[in-house]
Antibody, heavy 120, light 111 residues
Framework: EVMLVESGGGLVKPGGSLKLSCAASGFTFSSYAMSWVRQTPEKRLEWVATISSGGSYTYYPDSVKGRFTISRDNAKNTLYLQMSSLRSEDTAMYYC?????????????WGQGTTLTVSS | DIVLTQSPASLAVSLGQRATISCKASQSVDYDGDSYMNWYQQKPGQPPKLLIYAASNLESGIPARFSGSGSGTDFTLNIHPVEEEDAATYYCQQSNEDPYTFGGGTKLEIK
């Protein structure tokens, strides 16, 4: 059974930093690209970052580029998201998601999420 | 960025009837004969769940009452016949162009 378990969320002041983790199990982690997707309090879904299976390639939307860094440790089956210069608009539930491909790129498995609140 | 507009924002459908949700993209999400459009279902307190990928392909384990269609900029998710457990919010998502974007969601209520 595919499982993704996020951790590391919390309350951070604006301008602060935080690192999220996602422990993966039930599949060959090193064979899949992985992503972070967030859901705002207004329930809007936003793609945050993607990393290739080997970790060589990373992708970000402009809203987080330069502030967030996605990384992975395939030996530990763990995905990370280092977040810095945090803003109130980064407040959201952060989901780790496995990226699949079959005539489209999609998120086929999601964790339960970890909550980030950015507030003074 | 590709903007995905879902309609309606909410709908109420009687048990056993058909629910139809539309997703319109601000530009084509097709590439090389494939439509990079996916659909997800989200219930309260749960993460999104993949239903349909590449516009019309049913994800493994998803009931056949869910179906997707469309190409280019216009896509549709159909649920027929609707069951009580289908009460949820549905999102479309495109992956043809960076950044990947999601629609605003459609909340389905079962009457």
């Amino acid at each position: 059974e595919v499982m993704l378990v996020e951790s590391g969320g919390g309350l951070v002041k604006p301008g602060g930093s935080l690192k999220l983790s996602c422990a993966a199990s039930g599949f060959t982690f090193s064979s899949y690209a992985m992503s972070w997707v967030r859901q705002t309090p207004e329930k809007r879904l936003e793609w945050v970052a993607t990393i290739s299976s080997g970790g060589s390639y990373t992708y970000y939307p402009d809203s987080v580029k330069g502030r967030f860094t996605i990384s992975r440790d395939n030996a530990k089956n763990t995905l990370y998201l280092q977040m810095s210069s945090l803003r109130s608009e980064d407040t959201a539930m952060y989901y780790c998601a496995r990226q699949g491909y079959g005539s489209s790129y999609y998120f086929d498995y999601w964790g339960q999420g970890t909550t980030l609140t950015v507030s003074s | 960025d590709i903007v995905l507009t879902q309609s309606p924002a909410s709908l109420a459908v009687s048990l056993g009837q058909r629910a139809t949700i539309s997703c319109k993209a601000s530009q084509s999400v097709d590439y090389d004969g494939d439509s990079y459009m996916n659909w997800y279902q989200q219930k309260p307190g749960q993460p999104p769940k993949l239903l349909i990928y590449a516009a019309s392909n049913l994800e493994s384990g998803i009931p056949a009452r869910f179906s997707g269609s469309g190409s280019g900029t216009d896509f549709t998710l159909n649920i027929h016949p609707v069951e009580e457990e289908d009460a949820a919010t549905y999102y479309c998502q495109q992956s043809n162009e960076d950044p990947y974007t999601f629609g605003g969601g459609t909340k389905l209520e079962i009457k």
